[in-house]
């Protein structure tokens, strides 16, 4: 069974099972990114959610990664919530992050 392997295994197999079943990516952790698309192919979809752009706290999230570790693992698109919501300065936070991609 998936759940009783590693967490590279795991994902490993999910992303197979997703890409052969057709789907065009999944949501991951930043982490998991590259092995994704190295288990499938370069341009299946990789959306991260936990970015915290400039080292917020993760508040009850476990794994967070910065915009680098996004970048670096290839990720398609980034889901930036509580650092931009929670901001006295929204746009502020929007510009920052647009200036770092």
Do not use: H, W
């Not at 590279?8 to 197999?13: E, P």
């Not at 929670?86 to 746009?91: C, G, K, M, V």
Request: hydrophobic share 40%; with cysteine; proline share 4%.
């Amino acid at each position: 069974a998936v759940y009783e392997q590693n967490l590279s295994d795991a994902v490993r197999k999910f992303s197979v099972m997703s890409y052969e079943a057709g789907l065009d990516g999944m949501v991951c952790s930043a982490f998991e990114s590259r092995l994704i698309k190295d288990a499938t192919r370069a341009n299946f979809i990789t959306l991260c959610p936990g970015v915290r752009p400039f080292g917020e706290s993760a508040a009850d999230q476990k794994r967070v990664a910065d915009l680098g570790v996004a970048r670096e693992a290839g990720a398609d698109f980034i889901v930036v919530g509580r650092p931009i919501y929670q901001s006295a300065d929204p746009r502020e936070i929007c510009e920052r992050i647009l200036d770092q991609i």
